[in-house]
């Protein structure tokens, strides 16, 4: 029995990739690596390169199709033509306003992830907003919001991102409503809160893979096995509800570069990061698009013709480390863009997304299914200082102002930058 440390998703293992260069990258940027972590239900990590890639990273170079809002160029409004913009392609400007609720006004708001009150002493990361560059993008209004939402149920789905999306989701609904707990599993990682006025019910459903998976862990993060991973099955934790929610948003990414054995047809068919096991390593990159094809099959031939959006891969900021060798997210304003790009295996994970979601989408056009994009990878990577960092634990530096503290450089600060996720949201939802 390996003792492990309890995490939200382990680093990169040493592994056999399909693609030469990859191999070699990986390979040399995790030489060393021959452990693996584990995700907790509360707190995780995961790596970037040591530093930031200062290298030009224009937001067109996007391969996925883009969702739009009409333009607020005055010209266009004149000639009866209003143009289109890409919502995802923008900057982050100065908000003084703030956020729309505080880390004390909302009661869902997690430990590891009131910085505030863990102590942050900064409160600049606050006053940012989403702003895409050819249109104005309308502050998440919960009042709004709720009204259209009355007799609705939602789920987001995914892994603990999905979580503090869902929490942050929360905070902004309750300025109008309070939200009732009516469902938790044995380890809350799946919840459901019921707002009475409306009848409007949301879930969070704890599954990291999306596809059926055996994680040998219990409570204390202690494993005792591998992760087994059935490929060609899909999590009954959603697929069975799926039927019954009017919106879905799923994501997924980073478990898949944890080690896991590969099961297909009942059958071991390979790994990822298995030395010994005497099995083919067919890399994190196999698995994955394995999962999102078995996913976006489902969703593009069901009968169930809700909304369902697909919210890429959220980037990590650490630097000068990674979360177990002194990695940090010390910065305070966000990147400017062409300021920092993503990490290889980041840009592997968001091809992959890419190329099956446009796949899907050419499918569910035929169909009738509804499904879109909630592209927040880019936006995401430009906000650093959007991160517990430290301030995961409540005064970390109360002790010795020079403490050795781990740092989370994943999840977001509640309030934070994951707020914005929400306007793009309800402009995807409510408006077009």
């Known amino acids: 029995m390996v003792k492990e440390t309890r995490f939200d998703w382990n680093p990169w293992s040493l592994h056999k990739h399909n693609h030469i260069f990859v191999k070699f990258f990986v390979s040399v940027l995790l030489i060393g690596l021959s452990f693996r972590l584990f995700f907790s239900h509360s707190i995780g990590f995961s790596p970037v390169s040591d530093h930031p890639v200062l290298e030009k990273s224009g937001p067109s170079s996007s391969p996925f199709p883009v969702e739009t809002l009409e333009s607020e160029n005055e010209e266009s409004k004149k000639d009866g033509n209003a143009e289109k913009c890409d919502l995802f392609t923008g900057d982050w400007i100065p908000n003084p306003s703030g956020p729309i609720y505080t880390n004390e006004s909302c009661h869902v708001v997690e430990d590891h992830q009131n910085c505030m009150k863990n102590g942050r002493p900064d409160s600049g990361y606050l006053y940012w907003r989403w702003k895409p560059r050819d249109c104005e993008l309308p502050q998440f209004d919960p009042e709004r919001f709720l009204d259209s939402m009355r007799n609705k149920k939602w789920a987001f789905v995914g892994d603990s991102i999905s ?29 459901t809160w019921h707002f009475p006025s409306h009848n409007f019910t949301l879930s969070v459903i704890w599954s990291p893979f999306l596809v059926k998976a055996a994680i040998f ?15 060609d099955t899909l999590d009954a934790k959603w697929s069975e509800q799926y039927p019954s929610f009017d919106y879905m948003v799923f994501s997924s990414g980073k478990w898949f ?28 990159d196999y698995s994955y698009r394995k999962a999102l094809q078995l996913v976006l099959k489902f969703i593009t031939s069901s009968n169930h013709k809700g909304l369902v959006l697909f919210r890429t891969l959220t980037p990590d900021h650490f630097e000068n480390g990674e979360w177990f060798s002194g990695g940090t997210c010390k910065r305070t304003v966000p990147f400017k863009e062409g300021e920092i790009s993503m990490s290889e295996v980041d840009k592997i994970l968001r ?50 102002k020079n403490e050795k503290v781990q740092n989370d450089c994943l999840h977001w600060c509640l309030p934070g930058p994951i707020d914005n996720w929400n306007d793009l949201i309800m402009e995807m939802v409510l408006s077009y």
Not at 217 to 231: C, F, K, P, Q, R
Not at 358 to 376: I, R
């Open 163 to 191: 979580r503090n999306h869902v929490q942050s989701f929360l905070c902004i609904l309750s300025k109008v409503e309070n939200a009732v707990e009516v469902y938790h599993d044995k380890e809350y990682k799946s919840k």
């Open 217 to 231: 862990e219990d409570i204390n993060g202690v494993s005792t096995s591998e992760i087994e991973l059935h490929l």
């Open 257 to 284: 570069l944890k080690t896991a054995i590969y099961w297909e047809n009942n059958k071991v068919v390979g790994c990822h990061y298995c030395p010994g096991k005497n099995l083919t390593d067919l890399g994190f």
């Open 351 to 400: 091809t992959i997304e890419s190329e099956e979601f446009n796949n899907a989408t050419a499918v569910g056009s035929e169909t009738g299914v509804n499904l879109k994009l909630l592209d927040t990878t880019h936006l995401s990577l430009l906000r650093p200082d959007g991160h517990p960092g430290p301030y995961r634990q409540f005064h970390p530096f109360a002790k010795d």
